[in-house]
């Protein structure tokens, strides 16, 4: 069973500081990784994708990738009342790319 | 932008009756996938669709579900005698043909069983 794991939290920051929301997966064959934001009653909405291990940044965001250590990352700076909602690990898993979703890590910026 | 349109936004159905869920992927997209999410729980795969076919299925997918793609924009769930536990929100998502192509999510449809 492929499975993705993370904190269900909630991760409460304050506004302005680093939030730091971590994954593991199991799947050593897993080639494409990424971080939805989802707000309460919303969709997944895709924030970064990483494929390569290493940072990969965008804006305030920054995805870490350790393929070694099946471990993926997302840091977001300079954290607003705004980037509170669940951050879902995804992890491609099988021939037809399907998404295997981690349960999700609640981030709440406190003004 | 291009986005995944779902229709309808909140379907109410009886136990026992049939519902079909729509979903108009983005124009270029050729891969498309239905996911569940039920409330509280985390995002689970249903099915993927390729090539007017299903390419894979969970075990959720049982003979319950089917997927049809009946012309060249619409994609639908059908849902056969549904049951209590069918609850849930269902989304679509697609994504260009290509390996490590990022999915893209519609705003999905809430299902209510009574």
């Known amino acids: 069973q492929k499975e993705v794991e993370q904190n269900s939290g909630p991760l409460s920051v304050p506004e302005g500081a680093i939030a730091s929301l971590n994954c593991t997966y199991s799947?050593?064959?897993?080639?494409?990784f990424f971080w939805y934001r989802q707000y309460s009653g919303k969709s997944p909405e895709l924030i970064m994708s990483?494929?390569?291990?290493g940072d990969k940044e965008d804006g305030r965001f920054t995805a870490q990738l350790n393929k070694a250590s099946q471990y993926v990352s997302l840091l977001i700076r300079d954290s607003q009342p705004s980037d509170s909602a669940t951050y879902l690990c995804?992890?491609?898993?099988?021939?037809?790319?399907?998404?295997?979703f981690g349960t999700g890590t609640l981030l709440a910026v406190q003004p | 932008e291009p986005e995944v349109t779902q229709t309808p936004s909140h379907q109410v159905t009886q136990m026992g009756q049939e519902v079909i869920l729509r979903c108009v992927p983005i124009?270029?997209?050729?891969?498309f996938y239905w996911y569940r999410q039920i409330l509280g729980q985390k995002v689970e795969f249903l099915v993927s669709f390729y090539n007017n076919e299903i390419s894979e299925k969970s075990e959720i997918f049982d003979d319950q579900f089917s997927v049809e793609r009946p012309d060249g924009s619409n994609f639908t769930l059908k849902i056969r005698s549904t049951k209590l536990e069918d609850s849930a929100m269902y989304f679509c998502?697609?994504?260009?043909?290509?390996?490590?192509?990022?999915?893209?999510f519609g705003d999905g449809t809430r299902l209510s069983i009574l």
């Open positions: 995804a992890v491609t898993g099988g021939a037809t790319n399907k998404l295997i």
């Open positions: 799947d050593r064959v897993s080639q494409s």
């Open positions: 990483i494929y390569s291990n």
């Open positions: 124009s270029n997209h050729l891969y």
């Open positions: 998502a697609s994504s260009v043909p290509g390996s490590n192509q990022p999915q893209h």
